[in-house]
């Protein structure tokens, strides 16, 4: 990165050099001549020498890998499918502890019981905003109709999760579903007639 | 259970509790006595360790009480009339000796001696024989007397039969008894240092009295002898004879002949009687002689008599030869112009004589005319003085003297060498109406703000900008008040700040003798101005409407008196009816802006005309009917309520004119709604059948006039008081139940409180749903009444419901309570019917605030809003809305004037005393002036570590 930083210095102010005056260029550094060219070959000695404990070289893994992947696409792509259900799997997993939280911390109106609630509704709504991030290391074209399966099974945990949150906001009396949350908006009835009354 | 309702309680408390930094900053009580008597009032040292004297008087409402004459504060008081049995013949009578810690009072039938220095009771004693006619206590100790407490004389009377007793002063006990059963009416009791003189009148034999004297020895109270006096021409009435000494030297009885020409003096025991021409120089006709003579036995005998012409009066001064018993004329007040009033004090054997015209106070001694003192009253009151009593000092040659005028419409006054020391405004013991005032400070503002509501949105804005710049001319006086404003807020509590919120409204009230009361709620109730309307003393107040800036005053004749609520004028008079009125309905408008009245007859029928938007007028008439009236037929009722024969109604009322509903249901513990019966049209009526011991409340709707609820309560007593009240959707009442029979019933006071809903089921909204109006004539549901009663400890007299603003705070139930002489606010919660009933609670009912029901229902002591001041008598109380929300204002009226602000749910939008307004201030000061210190080096410390690295 800073070669090609120095490099670029050194092109603009050559180009500004010729501008000035039109003299023949002067020969690249001895650096910028080695960095364009190809990596040297090690030499025999060189390759000799064994790696220092604890560094692998991946060369020739790595090469092995490309070989398998350009050789065996299919199976990629079930490795990268085995990968996305399990990612799609994975909130059921919060499911019981979340639920045994919930039970546990009570249906009073707490700071830390509101926190709760608050990170149970949090972590689905933006697990489902986030669906397609979360999928797209996964993401093939030939994957891509199978993902849609997995998506949806992902989202569905994440509403079991909402679900729950809810559930417990429920259990907490926030939700207006009885008739004295609705109280304030009813009317008192007015009389058509009106009595006044000489009593004292 | 226990332990939860206790929980509960303890909870509620606070709410209702006053304390003690509260007393006297939220409430104002002027103690009451009525007008005293001018026989039985007088200055009294109640010790001989110390010179200190209290003011003791007996009052035309058999009140006794000490006032304190410094400040004109009541020591202490108490009530003859409560245990005096028989009707009283007028006032009571009171006595007392100076250094005797023992007053002696009587009325009727009932004789009590009580401690001079704090009131309580020595002994009581109810005589069957009859009725108390005099009492004197003997001021000469002899060898019988027991105790340091002096004995007393009574004259009983009854049916021609006269007894004399000699009361022991410790325990009342009869020491001997004197009867005499000539027939003789008796009449008054007298002492000299050796004799007991009973003196009877005899009746002579074509008409008048004789006035016979019987001397008795005091120790045996054996007759020694006996006299009686030619005065049988003279003597017509027992009222004819002006005066009778007691404890004095010389005791003596004076009287005049029939054209008031002649003042005939007899000095008790002898047989002369003086004959004294009145020299009437005024020239108009004598209306009244007073006799003053001092009333110890080591006073010099000298004694005044105070003559009072129409328009003016004067003195007479005599002295009495012991020797010869010989009267002579030594000096004379001379005539003045005008009112006075004379009194006498006694120093040792000195007398002195103060006489108090409407200018000046003068002190004479008796033995020369010439003025020892002489002051100008400072505050000369347009009230004539009707009696006083004076105390003169002496030290060394100055002198001075404190008097204790009554004048003529209740204001009994304290002139103390000329100054007006304290008034204690006495007539305020008949309040019969009573109303807050509204100032008219806010009323331009109003009027400014109704202009702008009904102008364009434009000109509205043009005269809101004029408004503006022309309340710019009052900058520079807000910017000058604004340091002490701020200064004082930092430094006072709360209370003189809450003044713009309607809570120190000016009270007004009306008496029975005519005279209008203005009390200024935010300096202890004290008197802004009293103005005589009516010359009358039994003026029937019926209704008091109070507008912006004045109050309105209808009487029952018809007519209506407007005054200035800030300087009492009268504003506007109105001439009475041909007709006098049963009742006045204030009427209220449709849209509640003003107030209108409406005058009803005896038989209940509108007698001004109403008008189609009154709606219909309920009436209650004098036959115990109630009925409903239109404004197009004022000769017959719509409707007509007769309860069952055998029954009288006592007693209507209706949900109070300001009634707001918060909540239209009540939210349960499972979180649904029970509705509430909610109906404007609300009217209870108490009717009782006192030969069948019941009483039975009806609950009516005020349209149609159905009865939407009806009670019988058995075994009721009905002479003793039934008090009822309604408001929003509950209903209360509270009666005095006996055992009956045929059901398991209590036996005591009782108070049962009901609450109407909807329906029985919850969520339900009974028969009409969800309209949004109902007509009381086509379809008027009936309600779900839950019911619950409970055994109370004392009678309440009077019920009433505090009203808020908007109605949110939780009412309380405003009881007066006679034998205890405070006011009680019951919380609703507390008299919730659905409490359950042997059971504990469940934990929806625990949500809902209920507890478990306990039939005894004692008065917490936290609930009385009067706490520790004893205020009798109360007929009415009164209840007003505040600004704030959680303050409702009370004020109890009849006999004592009670004022207090009552926050049934705390004042939970007030800052409280504990707030500290000056430690705000000075933290924010410290928080700023911390930051501006350390914000620099802040700075100074960054750039060096930017430096640095």
Same mark, same amino acid.
């Given at each position: 990165m800073r070669h090609s930083a120095n490099f670029l210095r050194y092109t603009t102010l050559h180009l500004h050099t010729m501008s000035q005056a039109p003299l023949p260029p002067p020969p690249p550094p001895q650096w910028v001549v080695a960095l364009n060219a190809p990596m040297p070959r090690p030499s025999k000695a060189a390759s000799s020498i064994s790696d220092p404990p604890g560094f692998s070289s991946n060369r020739g893994k790595q090469r092995q890998q490309q070989q398998s992947t350009t050789k065996k696409p299919e199976e990629t792509d079930t490795l990268k499918m085995k990968k996305a259900w399990e990612v799609a799997m994975a909130p059921s997993k919060q499911i019981p502890m979340n639920a045994i939280m919930m039970y546990m911390s009570g249906n009073s109106l707490q700071i830390f019981s509101i926190m709760m609630v608050l990170m149970l509704f949090k972590g689905p709504i933006q697990g489902i905003i986030n669906t397609n991030a979360a999928f797209a290391k996964y993401e093939t074209p030939s994957t891509h109709s199978r993902l849609l399966g997995v998506k949806i099974v992902y989202m569905l945990m994440q509403l079991v999760l909402l679900a729950l949150g809810i559930w417990k906001v429920n259990a907490m009396g926030l939700l207006p579903t009885t008739r004295s949350d609705w109280l304030a908006w009813e009317s008192e009835r007015l009389p058509l007639e009106r009595a006044q009354f000489a009593f004292r | 259970m226990r332990l939860k309702a206790l929980l509960f309680a303890a909870c509620l408390s606070p709410a209702v509790a006053i304390y003690s930094d509260e007393v006297n900053h939220v409430d104002f009580h002027h103690a009451l006595l009525g007008t005293p008597s001018p026989d039985s009032t007088f200055f009294l040292k109640p010790s001989t360790a110390s010179n200190a004297s209290l003011l003791y008087t007996l009052s035309d409402k058999l009140l006794v009480g000490a006032v304190n004459p410094r400040d004109g504060a009541l020591v202490w008081r108490q009530n003859l009339s409560r245990s005096a049995d028989s009707p009283t013949r007028g006032a009571g009578l009171l006595r007392g000796l100076d250094g005797n810690d023992a007053l002696v009072g009587a009325a009727g039938n009932y004789i009590s001696s009580w401690s001079a220095q704090d009131g309580k009771l020595g002994w009581e004693k109810r005589l069957t024989e009859g009725v108390v006619a005099d009492i004197e206590l003997l001021e000469l100790e002899d060898a019988t007397a027991t105790s340091g407490i002096r004995d007393a004389i009574a004259v009983v009377g009854s049916d021609g039969v006269g007894i004399v007793r000699r009361l022991d002063g410790a325990t009342g006990k009869t020491i001997w008894e004197h009867k005499d059963t000539s027939g003789d009416v008796p009449f008054q009791v007298s002492s000299s240092s050796t004799e007991v003189f009973y003196i009877s009148l005899q009746s002579a034999m074509l008409k008048g009295y004789k006035i016979k004297v019987t001397a008795l020895d005091p120790v045996t109270g054996q007759q020694t002898r006996q006299q009686v006096l030619n005065s049988d021409t003279d003597v017509t009435t027992p009222e004819s004879v002006l005066y009778v000494g007691a404890n004095s030297a010389s005791p003596l009885i004076a009287w005049t002949d029939k054209s008031q020409k002649v003042l005939k003096i007899n000095v008790i025991g002898t047989k002369e009687i003086t004959s004294i021409a009145i020299d009437n120089t005024s020239g108009s006709d004598i209306r009244q002689i007073t006799v003053h003579a001092p009333n110890k036995l080591n006073s010099l005998p000298h004694f005044l008599v105070h003559f009072v012409t129409e328009t003016g009066s004067w003195a007479e001064v005599y002295h009495v030869d012991l020797r010869s018993s010989k009267v002579t004329n030594a000096y004379r007040l001379p005539y003045l112009q005008g009112q006075s009033v004379v009194a006498t004090s006694v120093i040792g054997a000195n007398v002195y004589f103060t006489r108090i015209t409407e200018a000046e106070a003068i002190v004479v001694s008796s033995a020369s005319h010439g003025v020892l003192a002489r002051w100008d009253l400072q505050t000369p009151s347009s009230e004539v003085a009707l009696h006083s009593v004076s105390e003169v000092v002496t030290k060394g040659k100055s002198l001075a003297v404190r008097s204790a005028l009554f004048r003529e419409h209740g204001d009994w006054q304290l002139v103390r060498n000329g100054q007006v020391e304290w008034t204690r405004y006495e007539g305020l013991v008949d309040a019969v109406a009573a109303t807050w005032a509204e100032t008219d400070i806010q009323e331009d503002l109003v009027h400014e703000l109704e202009v702008e509501g009904h102008e364009t949105l434009y000109g509205a804005y043009l005269h809101r900008v004029k408004r503006h710049v022309r309340d710019l001319q009052h900058l520079p006086d807000w910017l000058k008040d604004l340091p002490t404003r701020i200064l004082s807020s930092a430094l006072t509590d709360e209370v003189s700040n809450l003044d713009s919120f309607g809570v120190a409204k000016p009270v007004v009230i009306a008496t029975k003798n005519g005279r209008v009361h203005a009390l200024d709620t935010g300096k202890h109730g004290a008197v802004s101005w009293s103005v005589q309307v009516a010359e009358t003393t039994q003026w029937d107040v019926k209704a008091i409407l109070s507008s912006p800036g004045a109050v309105t005053i209808y009487p029952s004749d018809g007519s209506s008196v407007t005054l200035d $609520?800030?300087?009492?004028? $009268?504003v506007l008079r109105t001439e009475p009816s041909d007709t006098p009125l049963h009742t006045i309905a204030v009427l209220s408008t449709q849209d509640s802006t003003s107030l209108v009245t409406a005058g009803v007859g005896a038989d209940g029928a509108p007698v001004t005309a109403l008008t189609k938007e009154d709606g219909i007028l309920v009436t209650t008439s004098a036959d115990g009917r109630v009925r409903g009236w239109i404004a197009e037929d004022s000769k017959s009722p719509v409707w007509e309520f007769v309860p069952p024969s055998g029954q009288k109604v006592v007693k209507a009322t209706a949900r109070p004119a300001h009634d707001p509903v918060a909540s239209i249901g009540k939210v349960l513990g499972n979180r649904s709604v029970l509705y509430k019966y909610l109906n404007s049209n609300l009217a209870l009526i108490t009717a009782v059948d006192a030969k069948a011991k019941t009483a039975s409340f009806y609950l009516l709707d005020g349209v149609s006039g159905m009865v939407l609820h009806a009670t019988t309560q058995t075994g009721v007593d009905s002479t003793q008081p039934i008090a009822s009240v309604v408001s929003e959707n509950w209903l209360a009442y509270s009666f005095w139940g006996d055992v009956t029979a045929d059901e398991s019933s209590a036996k005591g006071y009782q108070l049962v409180v009901s609450e109407l809903y909807e329906s029985p089921l919850p969520n339900d909204r009974g028969a009409l749903d969800s309209a949004s109006n109902y007509s009381s004539i086509e379809s008027l549901p009936l309600p779900h009444v839950i019911s619950q009663a409970f055994m109370i400890p004392e009678p309440i007299s009077h019920m009433a419901v505090t009203q808020t603003r908007q109605g949110i705070t939780t009412r309380q139930l405003l009881c007066t309570l006679p034998s205890s002489n405070s006011i009680v606010g019951i919380p609703r919660p507390v008299l919730d019917p659905r409490r359950p009933v042997d059971r504990d609670p469940t934990a929806a009912e625990v949500e809902e605030g209920l507890f478990r029901y306990a039939p005894f229902l004692e008065f917490d002591g936290k609930w009385y809003l009067s706490h520790a001041r004893d205020v009798a008598g109360i007929r009415e109380v009164l209840s007003s809305p505040t600004l704030l929300e959680s303050t409702s204002l009370v004020l109890a009226y009849g006999s004592d004037i009670y004022g207090t602000r009552a926050t049934p749910s705390q004042a939970f939008d007030v800052l409280g005393k504990s707030f500290s307004k000056l430690q705000l201030v000075l933290t924010v000061v410290a928080l700023g002036a911390g930051v501006t210190v350390l914000a620099p080096m802040t700075r100074r410390k960054q750039v060096n570590a930017l430096w640095k690295a």
């Amino acid at each position: 990165m800073r070669h090609s930083a120095n490099f670029l210095r050194y092109t603009t102010l050559h180009l500004h050099t010729m501008s000035q005056a039109p003299l023949p260029p002067p020969p690249p550094p001895q650096w910028v001549v080695a960095l364009n060219a190809p990596m040297p070959r090690p030499s025999k000695a060189a390759s000799s020498i064994s790696d220092p404990p604890g560094f692998s070289s991946n060369r020739g893994k790595q090469r092995q890998q490309q070989q398998s992947t350009t050789k065996k696409p299919e199976e990629t792509d079930t490795l990268k499918m085995k990968k996305a259900w399990e990612v799609a799997m994975a909130p059921s997993k919060q499911i019981p502890m979340n639920a045994i939280m919930m039970y546990m911390s009570g249906n009073s109106l707490q700071i830390f019981s509101i926190m709760m609630v608050l990170m149970l509704f949090k972590g689905p709504i933006q697990g489902i905003i986030n669906t397609n991030a979360a999928f797209a290391k996964y993401e093939t074209p030939s994957t891509h109709s199978r993902l849609l399966g997995v998506k949806i099974v992902y989202m569905l945990m994440q509403l079991v999760l909402l679900a729950l949150g809810i559930w417990k906001v429920n259990a907490m009396g926030l939700l207006p579903t009885t008739r004295s949350d609705w109280l304030a908006w009813e009317s008192e009835r007015l009389p058509l007639e009106r009595a006044q009354f000489a009593f004292r | 259970m226990r332990l939860k309702a206790l929980l509960f309680a303890a909870c509620l408390s606070p709410a209702v509790a006053i304390y003690s930094d509260e007393v006297n900053h939220v409430d104002f009580h002027h103690a009451l006595l009525g007008t005293p008597s001018p026989d039985s009032t007088f200055f009294l040292k109640p010790s001989t360790a110390s010179n200190a004297s209290l003011l003791y008087t007996l009052s035309d409402k058999l009140l006794v009480g000490a006032v304190n004459p410094r400040d004109g504060a009541l020591v202490w008081r108490q009530n003859l009339s409560r245990s005096a049995d028989s009707p009283t013949r007028g006032a009571g009578l009171l006595r007392g000796l100076d250094g005797n810690d023992a007053l002696v009072g009587a009325a009727g039938n009932y004789i009590s001696s009580w401690s001079a220095q704090d009131g309580k009771l020595g002994w009581e004693k109810r005589l069957t024989e009859g009725v108390v006619a005099d009492i004197e206590l003997l001021e000469l100790e002899d060898a019988t007397a027991t105790s340091g407490i002096r004995d007393a004389i009574a004259v009983v009377g009854s049916d021609g039969v006269g007894i004399v007793r000699r009361l022991d002063g410790a325990t009342g006990k009869t020491i001997w008894e004197h009867k005499d059963t000539s027939g003789d009416v008796p009449f008054q009791v007298s002492s000299s240092s050796t004799e007991v003189f009973y003196i009877s009148l005899q009746s002579a034999m074509l008409k008048g009295y004789k006035i016979k004297v019987t001397a008795l020895d005091p120790v045996t109270g054996q007759q020694t002898r006996q006299q009686v006096l030619n005065s049988d021409t003279d003597v017509t009435t027992p009222e004819s004879v002006l005066y009778v000494g007691a404890n004095s030297a010389s005791p003596l009885i004076a009287w005049t002949d029939k054209s008031q020409k002649v003042l005939k003096i007899n000095v008790i025991g002898t047989k002369e009687i003086t004959s004294i021409a009145i020299d009437n120089t005024s020239g108009s006709d004598i209306r009244q002689i007073t006799v003053h003579a001092p009333n110890k036995l080591n006073s010099l005998p000298h004694f005044l008599v105070h003559f009072v012409t129409e328009t003016g009066s004067w003195a007479e001064v005599y002295h009495v030869d012991l020797r010869s018993s010989k009267v002579t004329n030594a000096y004379r007040l001379p005539y003045l112009q005008g009112q006075s009033v004379v009194a006498t004090s006694v120093i040792g054997a000195n007398v002195y004589f103060t006489r108090i015209t409407e200018a000046e106070a003068i002190v004479v001694s008796s033995a020369s005319h010439g003025v020892l003192a002489r002051w100008d009253l400072q505050t000369p009151s347009s009230e004539v003085a009707l009696h006083s009593v004076s105390e003169v000092v002496t030290k060394g040659k100055s002198l001075a003297v404190r008097s204790a005028l009554f004048r003529e419409h209740g204001d009994w006054q304290l002139v103390r060498n000329g100054q007006v020391e304290w008034t204690r405004y006495e007539g305020l013991v008949d309040a019969v109406a009573a109303t807050w005032a509204e100032t008219d400070i806010q009323e331009d503002l109003v009027h400014e703000l109704e202009v702008e509501g009904h102008e364009t949105l434009y000109g509205a804005y043009l005269h809101r900008v004029k408004r503006h710049v022309r309340d710019l001319q009052h900058l520079p006086d807000w910017l000058k008040d604004l340091p002490t404003r701020i200064l004082s807020s930092a430094l006072t509590d709360e209370v003189s700040n809450l003044d713009s919120f309607g809570v120190a409204k000016p009270v007004v009230i009306a008496t029975k003798n005519g005279r209008v009361h203005a009390l200024d709620t935010g300096k202890h109730g004290a008197v802004s101005w009293s103005v005589q309307v009516a010359e009358t003393t039994q003026w029937d107040v019926k209704a008091i409407l109070s507008s912006p800036g004045a109050v309105t005053i209808y009487p029952s004749d018809g007519s209506s008196v407007t005054l200035d $609520i800030l300087t009492g004028e $009268i504003v506007l008079r109105t001439e009475p009816s041909d007709t006098p009125l049963h009742t006045i309905a204030v009427l209220s408008t449709q849209d509640s802006t003003s107030l209108v009245t409406a005058g009803v007859g005896a038989d209940g029928a509108p007698v001004t005309a109403l008008t189609k938007e009154d709606g219909i007028l309920v009436t209650t008439s004098a036959d115990g009917r109630v009925r409903g009236w239109i404004a197009e037929d004022s000769k017959s009722p719509v409707w007509e309520f007769v309860p069952p024969s055998g029954q009288k109604v006592v007693k209507a009322t209706a949900r109070p004119a300001h009634d707001p509903v918060a909540s239209i249901g009540k939210v349960l513990g499972n979180r649904s709604v029970l509705y509430k019966y909610l109906n404007s049209n609300l009217a209870l009526i108490t009717a009782v059948d006192a030969k069948a011991k019941t009483a039975s409340f009806y609950l009516l709707d005020g349209v149609s006039g159905m009865v939407l609820h009806a009670t019988t309560q058995t075994g009721v007593d009905s002479t003793q008081p039934i008090a009822s009240v309604v408001s929003e959707n509950w209903l209360a009442y509270s009666f005095w139940g006996d055992v009956t029979a045929d059901e398991s019933s209590a036996k005591g006071y009782q108070l049962v409180v009901s609450e109407l809903y909807e329906s029985p089921l919850p969520n339900d909204r009974g028969a009409l749903d969800s309209a949004s109006n109902y007509s009381s004539i086509e379809s008027l549901p009936l309600p779900h009444v839950i019911s619950q009663a409970f055994m109370i400890p004392e009678p309440i007299s009077h019920m009433a419901v505090t009203q808020t603003r908007q109605g949110i705070t939780t009412r309380q139930l405003l009881c007066t309570l006679p034998s205890s002489n405070s006011i009680v606010g019951i919380p609703r919660p507390v008299l919730d019917p659905r409490r359950p009933v042997d059971r504990d609670p469940t934990a929806a009912e625990v949500e809902e605030g209920l507890f478990r029901y306990a039939p005894f229902l004692e008065f917490d002591g936290k609930w009385y809003l009067s706490h520790a001041r004893d205020v009798a008598g109360i007929r009415e109380v009164l209840s007003s809305p505040t600004l704030l929300e959680s303050t409702s204002l009370v004020l109890a009226y009849g006999s004592d004037i009670y004022g207090t602000r009552a926050t049934p749910s705390q004042a939970f939008d007030v800052l409280g005393k504990s707030f500290s307004k000056l430690q705000l201030v000075l933290t924010v000061v410290a928080l700023g002036a911390g930051v501006t210190v350390l914000a620099p080096m802040t700075r100074r410390k960054q750039v060096n570590a930017l430096w640095k690295a």
